[in-house]
């Protein structure tokens, strides 16, 4: 398309371009004002205030701008890509300011998610500079260049001809040079597990007014830990670690490294208290199981591990921390003390180190969220499973996972965040083109990851709408905001819902059940019953981890209810008074979190009733003799 003028289209989230005039209008007057606020028009009809940019387009055609200069409301009129404040509207549509809270501030400030509920504009203002800094980021990222693509096909092609999965069929009895394939495997094994040193670790410093974030190597992390600049008042560190001995060093370091934080005396167990939610997210469907494929095909290669292991750690420091203990140094006690090398002297090999970058699939684990260092992930076969929700058309290229999120505060305003978590958070109608980005681009995407949104949503305001401006308030806010993941909601509800992508698919299993049954095909009521015992299997994961949820909530809510009494009890008032408290996030969390579990109980029951009558119809005489 031609460069031209940049024209801006004002809509409800769930306006049509091909209605008359006035349609919406009139529907917003019959259901009345969303959340309470109206609007009063020249028409005399009720608008929401809410109005949203819907698309930026970028072309010629100057009837889309005659569309966004009909639309009556001063507050949602635009030129250019340039967003209105409350310094460009007119005093005479002040009564209009004074009812739309939300619109209080410039509609490219980021809201929370809760709040996107009361105000979706902040959320589906996206303007050209975004599409740009998108395209910049995926530019700067590392993909798997199409030649390592084809060298793991082969390899997988050439491990399945010799009918085996054992790893001790390396070298290939390949036509390729071994020099060669030497080679794509290292790169292969370095594209999806990366050396630990050179892991991306996120830093976010928050002031009064502003917020900034930056991104360092793990093997740079000890830098700041330390110490933080007199103006910032909290820094978040986030590394996206799994459980593991080196998720163990970098919390001990860290925790050890600045004044003890207030305990969570009710959400922590003794001698940890300290904060986590289990989160669902996903991931590509092929990414993922390339993932397991490289360690399953690689790990087994004694010249390549070597290689690997003697380069693995280099990048460390001995002792970078100011104590004069390092990250090399307490791996190496924590790898003998946890009994997995007999000296001190040695390190963690490359693999052992790597396989936690592996997520959890569903059906993985029960108790994920109360394992230790070496409850690593122990799959029963490589092969991703088959999920229920590859029969959705939305979700079939998709991978839903587990990981668990980890918080650890200190008194003196640093906080630590640990979970592998890197998939997809936020639903939306690009939700494909969020999962082909790169392995790490996912942190820079505000609009499909929740730790990237966090990390944006206060660069303009700093700590001014905290309750109050502690390491505390922003963990309470990460664990309610990221723990209610994944969700339609940040971008207007255009996506399916987990769960309505479920009862979709229980639906398609229920005409299978009277329709497919006719065709006289012996195999079909196995492969049906087979295709619900795996989504029963993982609506029951499901609601487990949203029943724990809710215990998470419920106690967190707990300890910040003491917390809140003790700084009362010493004359320590919020900072911001008139803005919504950690106690308030978790209530909206823990309602969200007891929706789910309803809805997936319910959906459980479905499936389950459904198994039960597809029982009868493909065995009924073993239903008879059995009722006998």
């Known amino acids: ?198 892991v991306k670790v996120y830093i976010t410093d928050i002031k009064e007014h502003s917020a900034d974030s930056r991104e360092c190597r793990l093997s740079e992390i000890t830098k700041y ?116 090398a007999d000296d001190w002297q040695t390190l963690p090999d490359y693999w052992a180190a790597s396989t936690s970058d592996v997520p959890w699939q569903i059906t993985e684990g029960v108790l994920m969220s109360n394992y230790g260092p070496l409850d690593g992930l122990q799959p029963t076969l490589w092969q991703s499973d088959k999920q229920a929700l590859h029969n959705h058309r939305f979700f079939g290229s998709a991978q839903l996972l587990r990981d668990v999120f980890r918080c650890f505060h200190r008194g003196d305003g640093f906080l630590l ?52 401006a502690s390491a505390e308030w922003l963990l309470v806010h990460l664990m309610t905001e990221i723990g209610a993941t994944p969700h339609v909601d940040r971008q207007g509800c255009n996506a399916p819902t987990l769960e309505g992508a479920y009862q979709e698919v229980i639906q398609q299993f229920k005409r299978r059940q009277y329709e497919h049954f006719d065709r006289k095909n012996p195999n079909e009521p196995a492969e049906l019953i087979k295709d619900m015992l795996i989504c029963k299997e993982e609506l029951r994961r499901i609601k487990i981890m949203s029943k724990n949820r809710e215990r998470t909530f419920e106690l967190l809510g707990m300890d910040v209810k003491e917390l809140e009494g003790e700084d009362l009890d010493k004359g320590l008032q919020p900072d911001h008074r008139s803005e919504r408290s950690a106690s308030d996030k978790i209530q909206d969390a823990l309602k969200r979190a007891k929706r789910q579990t309803e809805a997936f109980e319910l959906l459980l029951d479905d499936v389950g009733m459904s198994l039960t009558s597809v029982r009868h119809l493909a065995f009924p005489q073993g239903s008879a003799a059995k009722r006998s």
């Open 225 to 340: 830990v330390d110490f933080k600049p007199s103006d910032v008042q909290v820094r978040w560190i986030h590394a996206p670690l799994s459980l593991g001995p080196l998720h163990s060093t970098v919390e001990d370091l860290f925790l050890h490294q600045g004044e003890v934080g207030r305990p969570l005396k009710n959400l922590g167990r003794s001698g940890w208290p300290y904060a986590k939610v289990e989160v669902l997210n996903f991931l590509d469907r092929g990414h993922f199981q390339n993932m397991r494929d490289v360690y399953h095909l690689l790990h087994g290669d004694a010249e390549l591990t070597k290689e690997l292991d003697g380069e693995c750690w280099a990048a460390f420091e001995p002792s970078s921390i100011t104590a004069g203990k390092g990250i090399l140094d307490d791996l190496r006690w924590r790898n003998t003390h946890l009994g997995l």
């Open 417 to 468: 965040t640990l979970s592998g978590m890197r998939g997809v958070n936020y639903l939306d109608r690009h939700f494909k083109r969020h999962l082909g980005e790169p392995r790490d681009a996912i942190f820079d995407n505000d609009v499909a990851s929740a730790i990237a949104f966090v990390r944006q949503q206060f660069k303009d305001s700093g700590t001014q709408k905290w309750h109050r």
């Open 1 to 198: 398309m031609a460069e031209g003028i940049d024209t801006i289209v004002f809509t409800e989230p769930n306006y049509n371009p091909d209605d008359p005039p006035g349609r919406t209008d009139q529907a917003i007057a019959r259901r009345g004002p969303r959340n309470g606020s109206t609007e009063s028009t020249s028409s005399g009809a009720r608008k929401t205030p809410s109005l949203v940019a819907r698309e930026v387009r970028h072309s010629t055609d100057r009837t889309a701008r005659h569309r966004s200069s009909t639309i009556s409301d001063p507050i949602v009129q635009a030129e250019g890509t340039d967003f209105p404040t409350l310094n460009q509207f007119s005093p005479k549509h002040s009564s209009a300011r004074q009812s739309t809270s939300f619109l209080h501030t410039s509609l490219r400030e980021s809201v929370d998610t809760q709040d996107v509920l009361l105000s979706f504009a902040p959320v589906a203002a996206e303007n050209e500079e975004k599409k740009r800094e998108r395209e910049a980021r995926l530019q700067k990222q590392e993909q798997l260049p199409p030649d390592l693509t084809r060298k793991l096909q082969q390899f997988k092609t050439q491990e399945n001809s010799h009918n085996s999965c054992l790893p001790a069929l390396w070298p290939w009895r390949a036509v390729d040079d071994a020099s060669d394939n030497h080679d794509a495997k290292k790169r292969l094994a370095k594209f999806h597990f990366p050396y630990r040193s050179d």
